[in-house]
């Protein structure tokens, strides 16, 4: 089967910095998009930031210029560097892989356990 494991959250001020990686495993067969999803308290899940297995990036606009996302493909691993946090950051980041597995191939969504990011003074 396939897991996504994240690491990296927990508590800073504003201004500091975290990086997350989000490593799959398990019987693998090809990696597509990966890429970061949070949710806030009361709030929908949003649109991080996403890299395609090509290199193509995209952003919301909210964390332009502060975050930035990377994979390193002989890991199967995705990372958030997060710079200049604000307490709006505040949320559970998810990492959301898109995987064909080795048993079913098919292109299917998966999604880590989430891991939390507080930004507060």
């Known amino acids: 089967q396939v897991q996504l494991v994240e690491s990296g959250g927990g508590l800073v001020q504003p201004g500091e910095s975290l990086t997350l990686s989000c490593k799959a495993s398990?019987?693998?067969?090809?990696?597509?998009?990966m890429g970061w999803y949070r949710q806030a308290p009361g709030k929908q899940r949003e649109l991080v930031a996403t890299?395609?297995?090509?290199?193509?990036?995209n952003y919301a606009d909210s964390v332009k210029g502060r975050f930035t996302v990377s994979r390193d493909n002989a890991k199967n691993t995705v990372y958030l560097q997060m710079n200049s946090l604000k307490p709006e950051d505040t949320a559970v980041y998810y990492c959301?892989?898109?995987?064909?597995?080795?048993?079913?191939?098919?292109?299917?969504?998966?999604w880590g356990q989430g891991t939390q990011v507080t930004v507060s003074s």
């Open positions: 959301n892989v898109h995987i064909t597995p080795v048993t079913l191939r098919i292109l299917r969504d998966y």
């Open positions: 398990g019987s693998i067969f090809s990696i597509d998009a």
């Open positions: 890299i395609t297995s090509g290199g193509t990036i």
